[in-house]
Nanobody, 122 residues
């Protein structure tokens, strides 16, 4: 069983930046970030393969968010720049225990963090 612990959320003004971190208690393969705003379904944000050779982003964050990982630390990051009020959500880290590919489907991921709140004020 792998545990994921997110950190780095908070309140920021529009145009600002935040960096989310997700530390895993064990080895993982592909990892991803999802988010869920009040009253909305959980939404894919970004994913990264184990080697970091493949990344994927939802269109609304391309050019503003960057996903990266440090396998020596079992940690994945999400650098969020030029934040907008519509980025406000609880952000969840997810880990795949078996695949080297990246996916946008929540069901592909075996482990989930508890979530960290990101609030962007206008």
């Amino acid at each position: 069983q792998v545990q994921l612990v997110e950190s780095g959320g908070g309140l920021v003004q529009a145009g600002g930046s935040l960096r989310l971190s997700c530390a895993a208690s064990g080895r993982t393969f592909s990892m991803a970030w999802f988010r869920q705003a009040p009253g909305k379904e959980r939404e894919f944000v970004a994913a990264i393969s184990w080697s970091a050779g493949t990344t994927d982003y939802i269109g609304s964050v391309k050019g503003r968010f960057t996903i990266s990982r440090d396998n020596a630390k079992n940690t994945v990051y999400l650098q969020m720049n030029s934040l907008k009020p519509e980025d406000t959500a609880v952000y969840y880290c997810a880990a795949d225990s078996k695949s080297f590919s990246v996916y946008r489907v929540p069901g592909q991921y075996d482990y989930w963090g508890q979530g960290t709140q990101v609030t962007v004020s206008s």
